[in-house]
């Protein structure tokens, strides 16, 4: 759907063709999608994306495909049938942009690598998604999310403190990672492409976008010193910062970044100026040394106080805090509703709720279209391409649609 003339979206008249599946590359376009772009999504005629099988949480649709499909059109096509290759390259030819994160080498051997269609198509840009990237000895192992979280340290630095137990992120970050990194690519791509004509290749690795985000456990552990230790919801390096218990049973989290945070905490959060001069918490590494007796302290004083009260002593000192929500809690958010930040989408299980965009820009509004049914665009996608309706029922009776 295209914004109204007067409030153009920045990615209006562009069109992403996509051989998606699972979350990187669909959360890279459906951003696309956001900011306007004509998304056109490539699944296997009847299954489609396997996204669309993990759960059936969200009225009887994948929670992971609703979160990342919405706004796009849904093209059916068996990519190993003869008669595919060719509608394929019809949208190519009218494309900006291909994003794939096919298995390792699927798309080259479908004669989609970024040479044989810079070729052809000089002014595509070609996004390719995988684990470990292109070259090096791990170019063609299998990747999922948290086996990249692996890979990349991530798990070397979750977890409670004293225990080998290890503990993924509760989403997909590695995932994530390479999703976001493949769609502020491609907008610089597209940026290039005005300065140059043509369009570029783009390779993302899920691991070297998750590394990059360890870039702060990285250096710690510079010149092989010692890693920082698994805290659980605690920071590793920085205390008091994370979950503390308060009498009524609740959990506040709190963060104090520096000195000044600190003096008010003693002073006006817990009431105890004196431990400002106890050699034990004089400093941050001081008090991340000692971190168990200041737990002690710290908990015996929230012990005679409710969770709002605590908030309240530390919105007045004021010190940064955090109530610990749920999912149901994220949903009833009072910020979110008060910014209006929920609106509703379409799907064939009806209407569902869906948070903007982050990144409001007040010139335009995101695009926040349905999320598609297997192969919904199909026929109308082939009419665009001048095939007539015998030809697609054709194809249809061969398994190619």
């Given at each position: ?13 562009l069109?992403?063709?996509s051989?998606?599946?699972a979350?990187a590359?669909?959360?890279?376009t ?6 306007g ?10 299954s489609?994306?396997?996204?669309r ?16 499909n919405?706004?796009k059109?849904?093209?059916?096509l068996?990519l190993?049938?003869d008669?595919a ?6 949208l ?6 291909l ?28 996004c390719d998604?995988s ?10 192992k299998?990747?999922y999310?948290l086996?990249i979280?692996s ?6 630095v979750?977890?409670g403190?004293?225990t080998?137990?290890?503990?993924k992120?509760?989403?997909?970050i ?5 999703g976001?990194y ?24 899920m ?7 360890m870039g702060y ?8 010193a010692?890693p ?5 919801a ?5 205390y ?7 009498g009524?049973?609740?959990t506040?989290m709190l963060?104090?970044?520096?000195e ?5 905490f003693?002073e006006?959060v ?6 400002l001069?106890d050699?034990?918490?004089i ?8 971190r168990?007796?200041?737990r002690?302290i710290?908990v015996?004083?929230?012990a005679?106080?409710t969770t709002?009260?605590v908030i309240?002593?530390?919105?007045g ?9 749920d ?10 509703e008060?910014?209006r930040?929920?609106t509703?989408?379409q799907?064939?299980a009806g209407?569902i709720?869906a948070?903007l ?5 007040d010139?335009?509004?995101?695009r926040?279209?349905?999320?598609p049914?297997?192969?919904q665009h199909?026929?109308?996608i082939l009419?665009?391409?001048g095939?007539?309706?015998?030809d697609?029922e ?5 398994g190619v649609?």
């Amino acid at each position: 759907m295209a914004s109204e003339a007067n409030h153009p979206r920045p990615l209006d008249g562009l069109t992403v063709v996509s051989l998606e599946h699972a979350i990187a590359a669909p959360f890279c376009t459906r951003q696309l999608a956001d900011l306007g772009a004509r998304v056109i999504k490539i699944e296997r005629p009847g299954s489609g994306d396997f996204a669309r099988a993990y759960d059936t949480r969200t009225r009887g649709l994948s929670s992971h495909f609703v979160w990342t499909n919405r706004s796009k059109e849904s093209l059916a096509l068996d990519l190993k049938k003869d008669g595919a290759e060719f509608i394929l390259q019809q949208l190519l030819e009218k494309a900006d942009v291909l994003v794939q994160n096919l298995a390792p080498g699927a798309a080259a051997r479908m004669g989609l690598s970024f040479e044989q269609l810079h070729a052809r198509f000089p002014r595509l840009i070609v996004c390719d998604i995988s684990g470990y990237g292109e070259g090096g000895p791990y170019e063609q192992k299998k990747a999922y999310d948290l086996l990249i979280q692996s890979e990349g340290g991530f798990l070397s630095v979750t977890g409670g403190p004293g225990t080998d137990e290890l503990a993924k992120a509760g989403c997909s970050i590695a995932d994530i990672a390479a999703g976001m990194y493949a769609y502020t690519s491609v907008l610089s791509a597209l940026l290039l492409r005005t300065k140059t004509g043509l369009g570029s290749r783009i390779d993302v690795s899920m691991l070297e976008s998750l590394v990059e985000w360890m870039g702060y456990p990285l250096y710690y552990a510079y010149d092989e010193a010692k890693p920082p230790a698994r805290a659980g919801a605690a920071h590793s390096t920085i205390y008091p910062y994370g979950p503390f218990p308060v009498g009524d049973g609740g959990t506040v989290m709190l963060g104090l970044q520096n000195e000044r945070e600190w003096a008010l905490f003693c002073e006006k959060v817990i009431s105890q100026p004196s431990l400002l001069v106890d050699e034990r918490f004089i400093s941050n590494a001081n008090r991340s040394d000692n971190r168990e007796a200041l737990r002690t302290i710290i908990v015996e004083a929230f012990a005679r106080l409710t969770t709002r009260e605590v908030i309240e002593r530390l919105d007045g000192a004021p010190i940064a805090n955090a109530r610990v929500n749920d999912m149901h809690d994220v949903w009833r958010h009072p910020q979110l509703e008060a910014r209006r930040r929920w609106t509703e989408v379409q799907s064939a299980a009806g209407s569902i709720r869906a948070l903007l965009p982050p990144g409001a820009n007040d010139a335009f509004e995101p695009r926040m279209d349905a999320i598609p049914s297997v192969g919904q665009h199909t026929e109308s996608i082939l009419r665009e391409l001048g095939y007539p309706h015998s030809d697609i029922e054709r194809l249809r009776l061969a398994g190619v649609l």
